[in-house]
């Protein structure tokens, strides 16, 4: 069974950081690309992060970029997203997401972690 | 960036009718390969979304027949047939053609 299990999450000043973990299970981790999923308090999904198998190639969209990092270590099976400079408005609770092998999507999600970012 | 725009439904909508969801996208997402990269996903209250359909009009896997995905380029449907109280929840379109990847905003289901 596939399982996807994020920590690290909690109450973060702003322009502090933080850095985020997603641990997988159930299928070989290093054969998928993998991603970061957010979503503000009552609001819509956002992509975050996208890594591929090897970590050599990330891509982000401009919200994030140049503040956030995306990271993997396949010998942990475990996803990371370093966040730095963190804004209110990333106030959000974060999925770790698997890109799916058929049909490009996300087709395995963790429950969320929450990060709230506040003075 | 490529804009996903999502309609409304007449909520709530009664037990044992269809629902249909419509999505827009402000770039053609059928791409050289002749697939559709347009992919709708069910998060329910409390809950993770969940993929239902991907390439438009494939069904992931384990979700139900009574979901289908149609559409052209840029206008999609999604239809859920004998709507049922699991279905409850918000349902989501997401382009999958390029970089960023992007969502609508979501369309709410509520059943009577």
């Known amino acids: 069974e596939v399982q996807l299990v994020e920590s690290g999450g909690g109450l973060v000043q702003p322009g502090r950081s933080l850095k985020l973990s997603c641990a997988a299970s159930?299928?070989?981790?290093?054969?998928?690309?993998m991603a970061w999923v957010r979503q503000a308090p009552k609001k819509g999904l956002e992509w975050v992060a996208t890594?591929?198998?090897?970590?050599?190639?990330?891509y982000y969209p401009d919200s994030v970029k140049g503040r956030f990092t995306i990271s993997r270590d396949n010998a942990k099976s475990s996803l990371y997203l370093q966040m730095n400079s963190l804004k209110s408005e990333d106030t959000a609770t974060y999925y770790c997401a698997r890109h799916a092998e058929l049909g490009p999507s996300f087709d395995y999600w963790g429950q969320g972690v929450m990060v709230t970012v506040s003075s | 960036d490529i804009v996903m725009t999502q309609g409304a439904l007449p909520n709530p909508v009664p037990s044992g009718e269809s629902a249909s969801i419509t999505c827009q996208s402000s770039k053609s997402l059928l791409y050289s390969d002749g697939k559709t990269y347009l992919n709708w996903y069910l998060q329910r209250p409390g809950q993770s979304p969940q993929l239902l359909i991907y390439w438009m009009s494939t069904r992931a896997s384990g979700v139900s027949d009574r979901f289908s995905g149609s559409g052209s380029g840029t206008d999609f449907t999604l239809k859920i047939s004998r709507v049922e109280a699991e279905d409850v929840g918000v349902y989501y379109c997401?382009?999958?053609?390029?970089?960023?990847?992007?969502f609508g905003s979501g369309t709410k289901l509520e059943i009577k």
């Open positions: 159930g299928f070989t981790f290093s054969n998928y690309y």
């Open positions: 997401q382009q999958f053609l390029e970089f960023p990847v992007t």
């Open positions: 890594i591929s198998t090897s970590g050599s190639r990330t």
